[in-house]
């Protein structure tokens, strides 16, 4: 199966986890995107969507699914998204997307987080995919001096030449070099630094469930 193939697998194989009569979580990416266009089917048993990015909200919205602000709803039973890595534990690497901020702020208010993903993106230790960090422009050179500390490279992320800008209107540092062998406490750490608006280690929103794509079908990990 080629990759496409795998994200429109564990796209569809999530549709079992929404809760009819309730709303769910989406995330963003392509994986999602196979994720919304399964949920399609059942937009008449859910009551709609909270989303993590402008781009999920047109494609929710162009399909004819319901988006709520975040604020409107208290709780999530569910949070359906995409990973750029996946380890042993449910932690996570997100937002090569760019949506990292809004992904967590879902993710936390809800109450389970399902995770789909081809297998590509299981690993061991967390690092190999470039950290996504959001911050805020004015901090670019201390954070870069930051992560240089920690053995990290980062550089801001373009978009035709230019910082691209997020969908809350801040820059992306991309961070290499970095083995993040204690995810919780490196979330912790990074947070806490004055100009980071998210650091896209998922690990306090770690993941509960993964359908992971693999050349079998899917594969469910769950985490305890
Ligand atoms: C977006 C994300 C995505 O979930 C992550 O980049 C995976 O994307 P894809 O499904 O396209 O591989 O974190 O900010």
């Known amino acids: 199966m080629t990759q ?17 009569g309730e709303i769910v979580g989406v ?3 392509s994986t ?5 266009d399964a949920l399609a089917a059942m937009k008449d048993r859910i009551r709609g969507a909270v989303s993590s990015s402008e781009a999920s909200t047109a494609r929710l919205k162009a399909l004819g699914i319901a988006v709520f ?9 569910v949070y359906i998204d995409g990973a750029d890595e996946i380890d042993g534990q449910g932690c996570m ?8 901020t809004r992904e967590k702020i879902v993710a936390a208010q809800s109450r389970r987080f399902v995770c789909i993903a081809d297998e590509s993106k299981r690993v061991t230790v967390l690092g190999k995919f470039p950290l996504p960090v959001e911050v805020i422009p004015m901090a670019t050179q201390r954070l870069t001096r930051q992560f240089a500390a920690l ?11 230019q910082p691209l800008v997020t969908d809350n209107g801040q820059h992306i540092l991309d961070v290499t070099g970095l083995r993040i062998t204690e995810p919780l406490a490196f979330e912790s750490q990074v947070s806490q ?32």
């Not at 496409?4 to 009819?20: C, I, N, R």
């Not at 690497?93 to 990292?100: E, R, S, V, W, Y």
């Not at 053995?151 to 030449?161: M, P, Q, S, Y």
């Not at 630094?193 to 998210?198: I, Q, S």
């Open 93 to 100: 690497i997100k937002g090569g997307g760019a949506a990292l």
């Open 4 to 20: 496409d193939e795998l994200k429109t697998l564990v796209g569809q194989a999530a549709l079992h986890y929404v809760v009819p």
């Open 27 to 29: 995330g963003t990416g």
């Open 69 to 77: 602000d975040s604020n409107e709803v208290a709780e999530l039973a």
């Open 32 to 36: 999602v995107n196979k994720f919304i």
């Open 151 to 161: 053995g990290g490279r980062a550089a801001v992320r373009l978009k035709d030449g």
């Open 193 to 224: 630094w004055p100009g980071v608006v998210t650091v896209g280690v998922f690990a306090h929103q770690r993941a509960h469930v993964c359908l992971l794509g693999a050349g079998s079908g899917v594969e469910t990990l769950t985490f305890q």
